[in-house]
């Protein structure tokens, strides 16, 4: 028989820790859906959409009841859209955001990431249609998600794509300022985004995946505090890592199982464990909170990024061994309005946004989950993107901007999205304008690094 | 279909006869049985066989939640093979 120890930390972890799943999401690709005529592509892509994921919804039902394993969101990413939009150019990209948000009512996941455009090196057909529908699609919808690539470590930075995200971000939020801004919420602006991506709002269905695939998202910062205060108590920072190490493995572990047996229920190939510390406002399952276990006052302050880096690398070096397919982000997550212990210590002022920064240069993704000020620049935010891009791509990982401008409020506000995606201080920004700079358009080369071969 | 049912709370007399009634009353096999207090609280744990066309999972889960209830304990049954790919290499 199991060890007793083992099967009460199990449960412990599950119904005192927030240990879950915290997405099980099924790639689906459009590639077969194009279609020269509006109505049929779009009626391709309904029909295929609910083909695929009609079980997806209570195949994970029904392991969470009998394997005990919590599944907090089912959710579906497909082909970049604007891939799809190529060959139909008269439709109105709005529509296929709409088609897209039926399906996902239809099949009951809460959110469809895909309305993407991949133009890391320049714009192909469909691409910039996309990008400009992208306000108002994620206005006119409840579960679409929107994500733009604008660079890589291979193909250096768009410029002009970086130009355009700005305006189109205020634009997300203007056009949802009713409701909390919560267009910009689910807009994603990337630097070598993964294919993979179970999580949103980035997630999307890359050109490279199978027809279909099973991708999963683990969570459980949870889990890793508690383990630390168990296990690591007066420990050193050998220790620390070692704890987090093991304590990924097993969070790894149900993910991979899930995987299995979700994929194998659904008659589709599993495709990838996401190795990813994702926190929600509950309070205990904040990465903040981890940090905050391995001796600092507050996260933002000095020692941050230390900290940050080991976790990270921790995270995925347990996770790694305890899962034959791993990919998507994989890393430890550090949205503000997400996360507990990041909102306190936003609100206390003791977390920047300049710290932020240097803490996606260690951390899985980039500045997630952020309000900024109503009145902040179009090209403030591109030159944010800018330097995020910068950072992923001389550093061959993903980073990612997703802010949100609180439309009419200013640092001292706050906007409240409610359910997982939490709550936000209106945060302070550098405003010094970099608007001639981000004129200038074209494309940063691809640096040195991408020369591997 | 082998799982694993754990009772946490306050000991009190009757957990053991009121689960494995439960159990029996449904053909569920109980393989193995331990109990201990961890940390102050007692946790018994049984491993169990559900019987093939038998009872459903979630039959047998709402009949073990409904005692845990009766009982004022958590009472949870998971397929055994979560704590195999947790901890087993």
Partial sequence: MINTNDIIETIRMITDENLDVRT????????????????????????KIVRRAKYLVPVCESITAEYGIPIVNKRIS?????????????????????????????????????FSALVHKGFSAGDERLIAAIPEALA?????????????????????????????????????????????????????APEDNPFMAGAFHGPGEPDCAINVGVSGPGAVR??????????????????????????????????????????VPFGIVDLSLAPTP??????????????????????????????????????????????????AFIPVSEDAGMIAAAERGTLSLEKLEAMTAVCSVGLDMIVVPGDTPAEVLSAMIADEAAIGMINSKTTAVRVIPAIGKTVGDRLDFGGLLGYGPV??????????????????????QALKN | MKAVITVMGTDKVGILAKISTICAQQGVNIDEVTQNILGGT???????TLPEGGIGFSDISALLRQGG?????????????????????
């Fill in chain 1, 24 to 47: 099980v999401t099924m790639g689906i690709s459009l590639l077969d859906c194009a279609d020269s005529d509006p109505a049929a592509l779009c009626r391709k892509i309904y029909e």
């Fill in chain 1, 78 to 114: 497909v082909t970049p859209v604007a891939m799809v939009l190529a060959g139909c150019p008269t439709a109105n990209p709005v529509d296929v955001a709409k088609t897209l948000d039926r399906a996902a009512a239809e099949v009951g996941v809460n959110f469809i990431g895909g």
């Fill in chain 1, 140 to 192: 006119q919808t409840d579960a679409v998600c929107a994500s733009v690539n604008i660079g890589s470590t291979k193909s250096g930075i768009n410029m002009d794509a970086v130009a355009m995200m700005g305006p189109v971000i205020r634009r997300a939020a203007e056009l949802t300022a009713d409701d909390n801004c919560l267009g910009a919420a689910k807009l994603v602006v990337f630097c070598n």
């Fill in chain 1, 226 to 267: 508690s383990a630390l205060e168990k296990h690591a108590k007066g420990a050193n920072l050998s220790g620390v890592a070692e704890t987090i190490k093991k304590t990924a493995f097993k969070i790894t572990r149900m993910g991979q199982l899930v995987g299995e047996i979700a994929g194998k229920a659904l008659g």
């Fill in chain 1, 282 to 331: 509950a309070v205990g399952d904040s990465v903040a909170a981890v940090l905050k276990e391995m001796g600092l006052e507050s996260v933002g302050g000095y020692g941050t990024t230390a900290a940050l880096a080991l976790l990270n690398d921790a995270v995925k070096k347990g996770g790694v061994m305890a899962s034959g397919l791993v990919g998507g982000l994989s890393g």
């Fill in chain 1, 427 to 448: 945060m302070p920004v550098n405003t010094a304008s970099p608007a001639g700079f981000i004129a200038r358009g074209g494309r940063i080369p691809a640096p040195i």
């Fill in chain 2, 42 to 48: 007692f946790a018994m744990i049984m491993l169990v």
């Fill in chain 2, 69 to 89: 209830e009766e009982l004022d304990m958590q009472v949870t049954i998971t397929r055994q093979d979560t704590f195999d790919a947790m901890h087993r290499i």
